[in-house]
């Protein structure tokens, strides 16, 4: 099992920035990869930054110069560096891990950008 803490969301103007962590614990010694998915209303989840154990990342073309992924191992942390926010941005930011055979889903942290 593992289990996964969000932190960081928050209420930001548009050209702001906010930043998230993923605490993990428990069996975290083989987990392939890990990452940020948001969900905004009326629409569905979608990938935004994952990272994998040897430390690759990719991004949604929406964020792509904008947010940086980022892990500490050390802290078994995971972090979502989100600048220049937009009101496109707001959403239920989700940290995700992947394990060989099986998702972790964190609760979810709210995220609001007003214009």
């Known amino acids: 099992q593992v289990q996964l803490v969000e932190s960081g969301g928050g209420l930001v103007q548009a050209g702001g920035s906010l930043r998230l962590s993923c605490a993990a614990s428990?069996?975290?010694?083989?987990?392939?990869?890990m990452g940020w998915y948001r969900q905004a209303p009326g629409k569905q989840r979608e990938p935004v930054a994952t990272?994998?154990?040897?430390?690759?990342?990719n991004y949604a073309d929406s964020v792509k110069g904008r947010f940086t992924i980022s892990k500490d191992n050390a802290k078994n942390t995971v972090y979502l560096q989100m600048n220049s926010l937009k009101p496109d941005d707001t959403a239920v930011y989700y940290c995700?891990?992947?394990?060989?055979?099986?998702?972790?889903w964190g609760q979810g942290t709210q995220v609001t950008v007003s214009s």
């Open positions: 428990g069996s975290i010694f083989n987990l392939n990869s």
């Open positions: 990272i994998t154990s040897g430390g690759v990342t």
């Open positions: 995700r891990a992947m394990a060989p055979n099986r998702l972790y």
